[in-house]
């Protein structure tokens, strides 16, 4: 059985209007303990949309709670609401209807997304010990994401894909690319355990799922 799930949007529509995908949205979920990174670049500009991560939850039957831990719009994500009702469609596709505010008119508004899903059966999910950097590898996708620290708060996180023997960056915020690659997830992290601490790159991390 599957542990780990890939999840691209492939539409988003903000009701009544028409659908559109305007970023490259890519979430990576650890199906036993709920944890997940979701970032969103947008396609045009290549600028960071939303990035975020925490734990997923059911709210009820097919409704889906996303509790932020970190967040790139806020320095409050447990604030943050994000709650949505999925439904199978039979194209497997899943559709997603909530409510959220949209950025082009910052109001509150419905929306419906399309959503295309992978489940896989390796992965791992880290964080350091003050939850202001969040990494995790599924399949041949990885992302990252963090708050760096000092008064700017700036944010900062990079979408990867795996690509024969190495990861290839395909979206990044300014100033990661050149050095990016040291930040790649080792290969074999079969050793980590979840719930535990680990010591890689001169940092503790804690082990959310693997």
Not at 15 to 37: I, M, Y
Not at 68 to 89: A, F
Not at 175 to 181: R, S, T
């Amino acid at each position: 059985m599957a542990a780990f799930c890939v999840s691209f949007r492939e539409s988003i529509c903000w009701l009544p209007g028409e659908a559109s995908e305007p970023t490259q949205t890519v979430v990576l979920t650890g199906l036993k303990s709920g944890v997940f990174l979701d970032v969103r670049f947008e396609k045009t500009s290549g600028k960071l949309d939303w990035a975020f991560a925490g734990y997923r939850s059911s709210a009820g039957p097919n409704v889906a709670k996303f509790t932020h831990h970190i967040d790139s719009r806020t320095l409050n994500p447990l604030d943050v609401m994000d709650l949505g009702q999925n439904t199978p469609l039979p194209n497997g596709m899943t559709m997603e209807t909530g409510e959220m505010v949209n950025p082009a008119t910052g109001m509150v508004e419905a929306y419906e997304e399309m959503w295309r899903e992978k489940e896989c059966h390796d992965g791992v999910f880290v964080r350091n010990v003050t939850s202001s950097v969040w990494r995790a590898r599924v399949g041949t996708m990885q992302l990252a994401l963090g708050r760096t620290p000092g008064p700017k708060c700036d944010f900062w996180a990079w979408q990867a894909k795996k690509s024969g023997e190495g990861w290839v960056v395909g979206y990044a915020t300014p100033g990661l690319d050149a050095e990016v690659a040291d930040y790649f997830l080792p290969e074999d992290c079969s050793g980590w355990q979840a719930g535990s601490t680990v010591e890689w790159r001169g940092e503790t991390w804690v082990v959310l799922e693997n």
